[in-house]
């Protein structure tokens, strides 16, 4: 492997890296509906506003979200909707082992 595909894996395990995290995964779920205000999310997640504020930075960093501010609020937005595939991508993996576990069990 050359330096540039190792350059090119290491940004990629940084952004998996990125939405490795329960809340963090909540959010974008969350967000795939439209554009949310910080309380709406701390609301839906169950956390505080500092906490979900954290979260969307590393989420924004990596270019996942964006955000616009409105008077004191701010808004923040998918800007990569492809990774709500990865999402159902996950949720379809975990079905398949779910039924791969049930018929170990039940053999």
């Known amino acids: 492997m050359n330096k540039r595909d190792r350059e ?24 795939k ?5 910080v309380n709406d999310i701390a609301k839906w997640v169950g956390g ?9 930075s590393v989420l924004k960093r990596i270019g996942i979200v964006g955000d616009r501010k409105e008077g004191l609020n701010r808004f923040y937005y998918l800007k990569i909707f492809c990774v709500t595939d990865f999402s159902s991508c996950v949720n379809e993996t975990l079905k398949k082992k779910i039924e791969y576990d049930r018929k170990l069990v039940y053999k």
């Open 33 to 37: 509906d439209g554009e949310k205000s």
């Open 8 to 31: 090119l894996y290491q940004v990629k395990a940084e952004i998996l890296k990125a939405i490795s995290h329960s809340v963090r995964l909540a959010i974008i779920d969350f967000l």
């Open 48 to 56: 505080s506003q500092s906490n979900i504020s954290k979260h969307l």
